[in-house]
């Protein structure tokens, strides 16, 4: 059964930066797109955006947008999410998911990340 | 690009089924038959129960069904069970291969 293993809890200073990372067990990894989803402490699933695992192509949602960079690495089979310029907003849970198939069909999710952002 | 609308919390008694509703847009759930559904537990991953609008992954029980009307998606709970308490959060597919979720719903079985 394929996993997604994401890297540990990061305790990060307002201002600097944090890179998130995403590890598949076991598929091709070109063959898919990660895509990044955040939950703010007691709150909702907010979408931030996806890389191809074949071309390295991203998107990022509109918030998103010139705050954070997704790359891959094809040679480690590894995504990752980078965000910049912290702010105490941006403390929340970070998952990586694989999208199988056209539209949000996003299956497996890896175990999340908390990202914790303080003064 | 706000949140699709989902009601805050439904609550039911077991056996007797809840439907949750996901209402958006034309630009996203009435555009694409693309909306999928997630479960959430306490501390957990979500968990794909629902894509495609009415499609179940292999393992998920027949008890969740999902549907669409026009702008607004839909999730049905029949038969409630404890396990059934959950967060559940909808999410549309929109346009240049983006999505959406709805503000998610607390579902308790009383």
């Known amino acids: 059964q394929v996993q997604l293993v994401q890297s540990g809890a990061e305790v990060a200073k307002t201002g600097a930066s944090v890179r998130v990372s995403c590890k598949p067990s076991?598929?091709?990894?070109?063959?898919?797109?990660i895509h990044w989803v955040r939950q703010a402490p007691g709150q909702g699933l907010e979408w931030l955006g996806w890389?191809?695992?074949?071309?390295?192509?991203?998107f990022h949602s509109q918030k998103f947008q010139g705050r954070g960079t997704f790359t891959r690495d094809t040679s480690a089979t590894t995504a990752y999410m980078e965000l910049y310029s912290l702010t105490s907003e941006d403390t929340a849970i970070y998952y990586c998911?694989?999208?199988?198939?056209?539209?949000?069909?996003?299956?497996?999710w890896g175990q999340g990340t908390l990202v914790t952002v303080s003064s | 690009q706000s949140a699709l609308t989902q009601p805050a919390s439904v609550s039911g008694s077991p056996g007797q089924s809840i439907t949750i509703s996901c209402a958006g847009s034309?630009?996203?759930?009435?555009?694409?038959?693309?909306v999928s559904w997630f479960q959430q537990h306490p501390g957990k991953a979500p968990k794909l129960i629902i894509y495609?609008?009415?499609k179940r992954p292999s393992g998920v029980s027949n008890r969740l069904s999902g549907s669409k009307s026009g702008n607004t998606a839909s999730l049905t709970i029949s038969g409630l069970q404890a396990e059934d308490e959950a967060d559940y959060y909808c999410?549309?597919?929109?346009?240049?291969?983006?999505?959406?979720f709805g503000g998610g719903t607390k579902v308790t079985v009383l």
């Open positions: 076991e598929y091709t990894f070109a063959s898919y797109t």
């Open positions: 034309s630009s996203d759930v009435g555009g694409y038959n693309y």
């Open positions: 998911t694989r999208q199988a198939e056209l539209g949000p069909m996003f299956d497996p």
């Open positions: 999410c549309s597919h929109t346009a240049y291969n983006t999505a959406i």
């Open positions: 890389v191809n695992g074949g071309s390295g192509g991203t």
């Open positions: 495609d609008v009415t």
